[in-house]
């Protein structure tokens, strides 16, 4: 975050972005190491550079057989904040949000969460178990499931405790970390609904549980009524087999419901008939209200957005044309409206959205033909979607849930654009 | 019940009417995956339910769980389930729930004693799931339900009275009400919402995000040095002393002293009766053997009142220690002490009630 102080307002169009100018200095001392050559073949006075990479050859292929970003965009990772959990194996990081853009999480930066480490799964010995309230319980190896139709839907994933940290007051300064416990990707796997009907489910089942193959052996109860609905058994995320963070071989895809319950490295799934009460879904998962009380099963991530540009991690360098831009996303269905503020809530303006929009998934949303007069902007963003639910401010939220419930903060976040370009996470009255 | 599962149902009893109990016939996708074996299911049915569906054969009581929990729990969840680090703390914080920094274990939150005994079998100890016995885990369940107040120590849990247990704050839970915190009317104001920009606060002034300009991951977030959350709790903010203990609050921080002390009446156990102990010089109770150190600062004159009480209970060894000109006492009390100073004032609030 020191990086800001280097920041300088340009006002005309010819600066270079914050983060080329940044590199500018690499890049300039990579080209001095190759010393004469460098320096005879340099640009005409009055013209432009031709760089070495458009005289010399680059790498060959294969020189990475499974690719990776270029290394100019090294700093796009995942990151956690040390400070939040006793261990790195029960812990969480974070998606960099400020540096996506359209509605694909890429599988690498997908964020983390794992409750006893990332297990490393053999695909040829794991199996998925369907027993209890069946007509015949069935054990299927991932040749199996691999038989079986297909489906290939986009869909988010959003961490009930997104933005927990940010219930009392505005805390951590950048949407990687106020926002980041989400990532979307297009899932592929088996429906649910098929599976239940090859074990033949009683029509007394009300419940699933399902239980992961790690050493947490992570456990939620599920209702049949989302079971049969949309979930999906998924192997595949993004057109490649999952990765071993999101469970690979095999993971439960529960649409529009918190991350908790898309059990990882899934192993078995039990039918009953009342649910389980598991410790993430009673000491854990539960909304602790300010009489007391707690509410349980709050299974829906309510509508939601968040400018990711600009945003701390990417302030604005110049005054005039800037692009506003920023995610949306419903787990009640789908983005209908998004609107902007850039008066800290006063008044709102209609943003576009860029599609594709779908059900339970990201959406991308601009404010196009802004222009930055260098003056402090309070920039907010709030979505409504399909069902008519309507962003709520966190003073809205509080005024109901208090401030200790932890999970299921939806509320509309407010960007506080100084006059130096820097952006911080405020919280206004 | 859906309309989905009410037409899987009806097709399930129609097909059954028609031909008897269901066979490999009925399968759309026969002959993929097999009928796993009784014992196939067994070895992997671990869970148990709040009625006690799925409780293995097995009992075990809180003395026997103490033994186990000092040897695999306590290194992460302290001696006395009071926490360690950011390891959650497993006992007492009854009463805190509408609190500023509710805390919530096990008695004070957890609305079914199954999920204790489901949750030690799957995932404890943490890097060595799966390792206990079913009678370990009872044993377990017994000594962390016992601490909490919730049964006597000689109540042996067994798979028939697991899901009989009634944890304290089993009717505080709800279902979800939401959709909430919707605008009057439904509709979104998109003209003059409000009339002024109030800041309440901004992150860089709190100052804890780690540093995200290198390629480093979260290098130098520096944590506030009251942060002691396991999940992604909100920060907790240090609330001002309060200047009376609630003695009702004391009760379960007296959780983590009994297991060693009795206070309302004059019994030896592991450690010395508390009864009388206001105004008593340290290390006089008859019929209890103290060490050295203690009997030293009780010939130095150390006498028991609030605050030499509450200077001991914060810091067992130092404060011994600081009376016997030693930097630390040596003792037989293995506790560590109680660091929270509410939990203290309310700890001794409660001692003066009980101890009379």
């Keep these: 975050m020191g990086e800001k102080k280097t920041i300088e307002i340009k006002d005309s169009g010819a600066a270079m972005p914050r983060r080329r100018f940044l ?26 550079d031709i760089p070495d990479w458009s005289r010399q050859l680059g790498a060959s292929v294969d020189d990475a057989p499974y690719g990776k970003p270029t290394h100019h965009e090294s700093s796009v990772i995942r990151r956690s904040v040390e400070w939040l959990t006793a261990t790195r194996e029960s812990s969480v990081n974070f998606t960099p949000l400020y540096a996506l853009e359209g509605i694909v999480t890429p599988n690498g930066i997908c964020f983390e969460r794992h409750h006893g480490g990332a297990a490393d799964v053999d695909p040829a010995e794991h199996k998925l178990m369907i027993h209890g309230m069946v007509d015949r319980p069935l054990l299927f190896t991932m040749e199996d499931l691999l038989r079986l139709p297909r489906i290939s839907r986009f869909y988010f994933l959003e961490c009930a405790a997104n933005g927990g940290m940010e219930w009392r007051n505005a805390q951590l300064n950048g949407v990687q970390f106020t926002h980041g416990m989400i990532h979307c990707v297009q899932y592929t796997g088996v429906s649910l609904k098929l599976l239940l009907e090859e074990a033949g489910v009683s029509t007394k089942a009300k419940w699933l549980m399902v239980e992961g193959g790690d050493s947490a052996g992570m456990n939620r109860s599920v209702p049949i009524e989302k079971a049969l609905d949309d979930c999906m058994v998924a192997f595949a995320m993004n057109g490649e087999k999952l990765r071993a963070e999101q469970g690979y071989p095999l993971r439960l895809v529960v649409p529009g419901f918190e991350g908790n319950m898309w059990v990882k490295w899934l192993r078995r799934i039990e039918v009953g008939d009342e649910s389980w009460q598991a410790r993430e879904e009673t000491s854990k998962y539960t909304d602790l209200m300010p009489d007391g009380r707690a509410r349980r099963f709050t299974w829906e991530m309510d509508c939601k957005s968040v400018i990711t540009s600009p945003c701390p991690e990417n302030p604005l360098t110049q005054k005039g044309p800037n692009v506003i831009s920023g995610l949306a996303w419903s787990g009640r269905g789908s983005v209908k409206r998004v609107d902007v503020s850039l008066d800290g809530g006063k008044n709102w303006k209609e943003a576009r959205i860029e599609g594709p929009v779908m059900p339970k998934c990201l959406t991308r949303f601009y404010l196009d033909g802004w222009e930055w007069d260098g003056s402090e902007v309070y920039m907010q963003s709030r979505a409504i979607d399909d069902t008519g639910y309507v962003q709520p401010q966190m003073t809205a939220l509080q005024k109901v849930r208090g401030i200790n419930s932890i ?23 | 019940m859906s309309v989905l599962l009410k037409t899987v149902g009806a097709a399930l009893v129609l097909s059954f009417i028609a031909s008897g109990p269901l066979s490999a016939a009925d399968r759309k996708y026969d002959g993929i995956g097999r009928m796993p074996t ?129 944890m304290p704050n089993q009717a505080n839970f709800f279902m979800d009400p939401r959709p909430d915190a919707q605008p009057e009317g439904g509709t979104a104001c998109m003209k003059d919402c409000k009339t002024e920009i109030k800041v309440l606060g901004r992150a860089t002034v709190l100052d804890v995000t780690p540093e995200t300009g290198g390629g480093d991951m979260g290098e130098g977030g520096s944590a506030p040095a009251s942060q002691s959350s396991t999940e992604a709790e909100p920060k907790k903010e240090e609330v001002a002393a309060a200047p009376a203990g609630d003695a009702d609050a004391g009760r379960s921080v007296f959780n983590k002293c009994k297991a060693c002390h009795v206070i309302d009446s004059p019994k030896n156990r592991v450690g010395p009766s508390l009864h009388g102990v206001f105004g008593r010089t340290a290390a006089s109770f008859d019929g209890f053997k103290y060490s050295k150190d203690f009997q030293k600062a009780g010939d130095n004159g150390l006498v028991w009142d609030d605050d030499s009480l509450a200077k001991f209970i914060a810091d067992p060894k130092g404060y011994l220690g600081s009376v016997i000109g030693k930097e630390k006492a040596s003792t037989r009390m293995a506790f560590g002490g109680i660091r929270k100073e509410e939990d203290v004032r309310d700890l001794i609030a409660y001692m003066k009630e009980a101890a009379k």
């Design chain 1, 23 to 48: 590199q500018a200095g690499l890049a300039g001392s990579a080209l001095a190491a190759t010393g004469a050559l460098g320096a005879a073949k340099g640009a005409t006075a009055a013209g432009l």
């Design chain 1, 407 to 429: 999970y299921h903060n939806n509320a509309i976040q407010t960007w506080l654009v100084n006059k130096t370009g820097e952006v911080e996470n405020v919280r206004l009255a």
């Design chain 2, 38 to 166: 009784p014992d196939e299911i067994k070895s992997w049915d671990i869970d148990v339910r709040p009625d006690g569906q799925g409780a293995p054969e097995g009992h075990g009581t809180a003395g026997e769980g103490e033994r186990v929990y000092l040897v695999k729990c306590a290194s992460c969840h302290g001696e006395f389930g009071e926490g360690g680090g950011r390891y959650p703390v497993l006992i007492g914080g009854h009463g805190t729930l509408k609190d500023m920094r509710p805390e919530k274990t096990i008695g004070s939150y957890w609305p079914y004693a199954s999920t204790v005994f489901d949750y030690i079998k799957r995932a404890m100890p943490f890097g060595d799931a799966q390792s206990l016995t079913d009678d370990e885990t009872y044993a377990l369940t017994a000594y962390l339900l016992f601490m909490n107040d919730v049964i006597d120590e000689d109540f042996a849990v067994t798979q028939d009275n697991i899901g009989t247990i009634e």
